[in-house]
């Protein structure tokens, strides 16, 4: 039970590797099976639905807001990469939030979801990911703890662009002359700075 409550993450990959390796077995003579219910709040909506729809009804999210969510976002992923396990396939439609009766996010709940090919740090995983969000040699195949950065990038873009310019660049490689192109207000030059490095696309494979 301590494990549970000190690395719930690693707790649930432990405990479906140890399922699976029970139900592998040709014949079954006598087991016991533990069942633990995992219980989530239910969540209004993913940050993609959410960016759209208030895009689409004209209601403006403010900067403060947006770096709320980049915040909790980035919290969640350092804290799954801390449990040495690679997500690979972060993206707006795998961040689910809260919103209020008028349906906007409470700035409190917010969380990553959608662990289907995720796997430990040193594990092969093969061709996997979102194109548009998934790096370049995730989808040849060769994925590592790095990929998980890209996509972190690409969906930073969403979260500090207009809705136009989100759509227009997310599934398209983006050169050095678009990037350089995209004016950027001087109080974000830092950070956008940052979600360059994460976005550019390597010459060489590095995992």
């Given at each position: 039970m301590s494990l549970v409550s000190r690395d719930?993450?690693?707790?649930i990959f432990f405990a479906v590797k140890k399922i699976w390796k029970?139900?592998?077995?040709?014949?079954?003579?006598?087991?016991?099976?533990?069942?633990?219910?995992?219980?989530?709040?239910?969540?209004?909506c993913n940050?993609?639905?959410?960016?759209?729809?208030?895009?689409?009804?004209?209601?403006?999210?403010?900067?403060?807001?947006?770096?709320?969510?980049?915040?909790?976002?980035?919290?969640?992923?350092?804290?799954?990469?801390?449990?040495?396990?690679?997500?690979?396939?972060?993206?707006?439609?795998?961040?689910?939030?809260?919103?209020?009766?008028?349906?906007?996010?409470?700035?409190?709940?917010?969380?990553?979801?959608?662990?289907?090919?995720?796997?430990?740090?040193?594990?092969?995983?093969?061709?996997?990911?979102?194109?548009?969000?998934a790096s370049p040699e995730q989808l040849i195949g060769t994925a590592g703890m790095d990929s998980d950065k890209y996509s972190f990038g690409m969906l930073s873009l969403m979260l500090f662009s207009d809705w136009p310019t989100f759509w227009s660049s997310s599934f398209q490689p983006i050169s050095e002359q678009d990037l350089a192109a995209i004016q950027i207000d001087p109080a974000y030059v830092q950070l956008f700075d940052a979600i360059k490095t994460l976005i550019r696309v390597r010459n060489y494979l590095y995992y």
């Open positions: 719930p993450l690693k707790f029970i139900f592998s077995y040709n014949t079954l003579t006598s087991f016991c099976t533990i069942i633990y219910f995992l219980v989530m709040p239910i969540y209004s940050l993609w639905q959410y960016f759209k729809r208030l895009f689409n009804d004209q209601i403006p999210i403010t900067m403060t807001t947006r770096f709320k969510l980049f915040k909790k976002i980035i919290d969640g992923l350092i804290y799954i990469h801390a449990q040495n396990i690679k997500h690979l396939d972060i993206k707006p439609a795998n961040v689910l939030i809260i919103t209020d009766a008028a349906g906007i996010w409470n700035e409190d709940d917010c969380v990553i979801t959608d662990f289907g090919i995720a796997s430990d740090a040193d594990r092969e995983t093969g061709l996997a990911g979102t194109p548009g969000f």
